[in-house]
C-alpha cells in the first residue's frame, strides 16, 4: 500500500491553464504539505495544515491555492499558469504539525510542464 | 536564519570503497537534522535523523550519520557504497517553532562506480 500518493505523476498543460494535483495519505497523519522542487532540484515548502487548517504558506503567489477536504487529502489548484510553474510538485505528511522532530513522508512527485 | 549547506555538488565513489556526503548547517535552537535519498524520478525516501542523544546516528539500507556540534556538521557516511546507492542525497533541518517545515539543502549526486 502507498502510503503518500499523488496524480497524476506527469502534467503537461499550456499557459494560461488552471489545474490541480491531487494527494492523499493513508498514514493516519494529521499534516500534511506541499513542496516544490525547481529544475535545479532545490526543493522548497510551499505549504502546510494540519487537520484541515492552513499552518504555513510560504509567500506563494495566490494562484496557487491549497484544499484540504479532510485530513487524509491536501491538493492544490493552480490558476493561470505560468511556465515558470514548470517544476516537481511533492505532496508530504507527518504525524502531527507541532511535532518539530517527526518524520516526513513524502510522495513519488508529480512534474508540472507549462508550455 | 536556519540553514544547511551541502558543499559538494557530486561526490564520486568506487563500489566498495566507504562513502561521506557531507552536510553542515546554521540553525539557532536544538538541531534537528534529517538525510533523504531521491532516486531518479522517484520521490524522497527518509534515511535518518538526528534529534538528541548519540552523535552516531544508524539508518536505512546501512547508511549512518555523525552529527558534529562543534563543527556544526552531519555527514552522511556509508563503509561500503554500492552501485545502487547512486543518487540524489538531501540534508535538512527542521527549524523548529511552532510549525514543522523541512529547509533542504542543495542536494549531492552521489555517483558509485563500479
Known amino acids: 500500500d502507498t502510503a503518500v500518493s499523488q496524480t497524476p505523476k506527469y502534467l503537461v498543460t499550456q499557459m494560461g491553464n488552471d489545474k490541480s494535483i491531487k494527494c492523499e495519505q493513508n498514514?493516519?497523519?494529521?499534516?500534511m504539505y506541499w513542496y516544490k522542487q525547481d529544475s535545479k532540484k532545490f526543493l522548497k515548502i510551499m505549504f502546510s495544515?494540519?487537520?484541515?487548517?492552513?499552518?504555513i504558506n510560504e509567500t506563494v503567489p495566490n494562484r496557487f491555492s491549497p484544499k484540504s477536504p479532510d485530513k487524509a487529502h491536501l491538493n492544490l489548484h493552480i490558476n493561470s499558469l505560468e511556465l515558470g510553474d514548470s517544476a516537481v510538485y511533492f505532496c508530504?505528511?507527518?504525524?502531527?504539525?507541532?511535532?518539530?522532530?517527526?518524520?516526513?513522508?513524502f510522495g513519488p512527485g508529480t512534474r508540472l510542464t507549462v508550455l | 536564519a536556519q540553514s544547511v549547506a551541502q558543499p559538494e555538488d557530486q561526490v564520486n565513489v568506487a563500489e566498495g570503497n566507504p562513502l561521506t556526503v557531507k552536510c553542515t548547517y546554521s540553525?539557532?535552537?536544538?538541531?534537528?537534522l534529517f538525510w533523504y535519498v531521491q532516486y531518479p524520478n522517484r520521490g524522497l525516501q527518509f534515511l535518518l535523523k538526528?534529534?538528541?542523544?548519540?552523535?552516531l546516528v544508524k539508518g536505512s539500507y546501512g547508511f549512518e550519520a555523525e552529527f558534529n556540534k562543534s563543527q556544526t556538521s552531519f555527514h552522511l557516511k556509508k563503509p561500503s557504497a554500492l552501485v545502487s546507492d547512486s543518487a540524489l542525497y538531501f540534508c535538512?533541518?527542521?527549524?523548529?517553532?511552532?510549525?514543522?517545515?523541512?529547509?533542504f539543502g542543495t542536494g549531492t549526486l552521489l555517483a558509485v562506480q563500479p
Open positions: 495544515y494540519n487537520n484541515k487548517e492552513l499552518i
Open positions: 535538512a533541518v527542521s527549524p523548529g517553532g511552532a510549525t514543522n517545515k523541512l529547509i
Open positions: 538526528y534529534i538528541t542523544g548519540d552523535n
Open positions: 508530504a505528511s507527518s504525524l502531527s504539525a507541532g511535532g518539530i522532530t517527526d518524520t516526513q513522508y
Open positions: 540553525v539557532s535552537g536544538n538541531p534537528y
Open positions: 498514514l493516519g497523519h494529521d499534516t
